[in-house]
């Protein structure tokens, strides 16, 4: 499933580990999800929309493989 | 209060998975010694009946203890941790069930000799790390 927190993240200026501290999750977890190796849960895909303050649809693309 | 700007401040993901895992492995530890030490007992015939019961059931607690410590882990772990950990698990009990039975058929058939299926538990017990180690390289 394609994403675009990768490019959410470069915006804010955050790097991985800085992401990963704010959804309490590890580093790799961000890593995965970026590079569309590991879809995330419901309650941390909506965590992450919440960070971002956008829809999850607008965060992810169902439709789309990485 | 946090903000989108202020990281969460408190225990971090990776501290509280260092404090699970240390437990998980003091527990381990624990269990290991016994079992060692309470099979020599038994072979060497330390101790009297009542006392070697009492070591076995001594044992097999730390065992649940070793289990509800790494169920505590699986629990506050990040999920891709605990995806990867679960998948571990997966692999190694399909080595030891799968895998024992089918040396089990061969053992019954006399394909081949075996004296004990102690090598079976030892097959999951390194199962387990390797299947982790492969699953960080595989979401990495």
Do not use: C
């Amino acid at each position: 499933m394609k994403n675009r927190l990768k490019v959410l993240r470069a915006e804010r200026d955050w790097t991985q580990a800085d992401l990963a501290q704010r959804l309490e999750v590890s580093r790799q977890t961000v890593n995965a999800i970026e590079i569309g190796k590991y879809d995330p849960s419901l309650p941390l895909a909506f965590r992450i929309a919440r960070l971002f303050k956008m829809p999850i649809e607008d965060l992810f693309d169902p439709d789309t493989n990485t | 209060m946090n903000t989108n700007d202020d990281p969460p401040r408190g225990t971090s993901s990776r501290e509280r998975d260092r404090r699970n895992r240390w437990r998980v492995t003091i527990w381990a530890l624990a269990w290991a010694f016994s079992f060692a030490a309470v099979t020599l007992g038994i072979k060497k015939e330390w101790w009297s009946s009542g006392v070697t019961l009492a070591a076995v059931i001594g044992t097999a607690l730390l065992g649940l203890a070793t289990v509800l410590a790494y169920r505590l882990f699986l629990r506050e772990t990040d999920e891709l941790r605990r995806k990867i950990e679960v998948e571990a698990l997966a692999l190694a009990f399909g080595v030891g069930v799968f895998g024992g039975l089918s040396f089990w058929l061969l053992a019954v058939s006399g394909a081949v000799e075996v004296k004990d299926f102690a090598f079976l538990f030892v097959a999951m017990i390194l199962t387990h790390p390797l299947a982790v180690v492969l699953g960080y390289r595989r979401y990495s």
